[in-house]
T-cell receptor
Framework: NAGVMQNPRHLVRRRGQEARLRCSPM?????VYWYRQLPEEGLKFMVY????????ESGMPKERFSAEFPKEGPSILRIQQVVRGDSAAYFC??????????????FGPGTRLTVL | DQQVKQNSPSLSVQEGRISILNCDYT??????FLWYKKYPAEGPTFLIS?????DKNEDGRFTVFLNKSAKHLSLHIVPSQPGDSAVYFC??????????????FGSGTQLTVLP
């Protein structure tokens, strides 16, 4: 299965700890998007990355959240000093090309973060 | 400010009948629209899309209609099957900074197809 992969699928952290979420895009895709889904809500855009570049982080909270997509390895969404309000499902999506009219994003299974 | 709205949180339909899911948007800059299906504990699965230069796109049992003047789109599923039961998300897209195409999602509609 060459789909978008995310791990871990479930992550439990205590308040104040760090959470690291990983995403490997589909084979041949070099553009990664992160979205967050709070309970009973739709998905909300957080950040868009290409290899070694953050292109659009307009949806990222200003503090505690960061993302990277290194030349080698998966994209990482990092949340420092987690709080209960960070509990959500975090989805990664990938696409082959940016900006094109028919640029469809394909989603991974998500990481469900629970902050105790 | 909710730019993409799905006003029906749930919809029940009899197997074999038509399911119609609706979506409204407010931002006239959106030029590409998508529907995703989502099962519990899974990621959204792409279903069908339409660009703003069209008013209809069909793929098997799924048809998406776009009414730009009303800023409204709908997804028709005919005939509906029990396996279609899932949450359906409408999403809209536009070019933003750095040629990024972030998706703006509605809040979803839970479709239940009754056997």
């Amino acid at each position: 299965n060459a789909g978008v992969m995310q791990n871990p699928r479930h992550l439990v952290r205590r308040r104040g700890q760090e959470a690291r979420l990983r995403c490997s895009p589909m084979k041949g895709h070099s553009h990664v998007y992160w979205y967050r889904q709070l309970p009973e809500e739709g998905l909300k855009f957080m950040v868009y990355l290409q290899k070694e570049n953050i292109i659009d982080e307009s949806g990222m909270p200003k503090e505690r959240f960061s993302a990277e997509f290194p030349k080698e390895g998966p994209s990482i969404l990092r949340i420092q000093q987690v709080v209960r309000g960070d509990s959500a499902a975090y989805f990664c999506a990938s696409s082959p090309l940016p900006g094109g009219m028919t640029d469809t994003q394909y989603f991974g299974p998500g990481t469900r973060l629970t902050v105790l | 400010d909710q730019q993409v709205k799905q006003n029906s949180p749930s919809l029940s339909v009899q197997e074999g009948r038509i399911s119609i899911l609706n979506c409204d948007y407010t931002n006239s800059m959106f030029d590409y629209f998508l529907w995703y299906k989502k099962y519990p504990a899974e990621g959204p699965t792409f279903l069908i899309s339409i660009s703003s230069i069209k008013d209809k796109n069909e793929d098997g049992r799924f048809t998406v209609f776009l009414n730009k003047s009303a800023k409204h789109l709908s997804l028709h599923i005919v005939p509906s099957q029990p396996g279609d039961s899932a949450v359906y998300f409408c999403a809209a897209s536009r070019i933003s900074s750095g040629s990024a195409r972030q998706l703006t999602f509605g809040s979803g509609t839970q479709l239940t197809v009754l056997p």
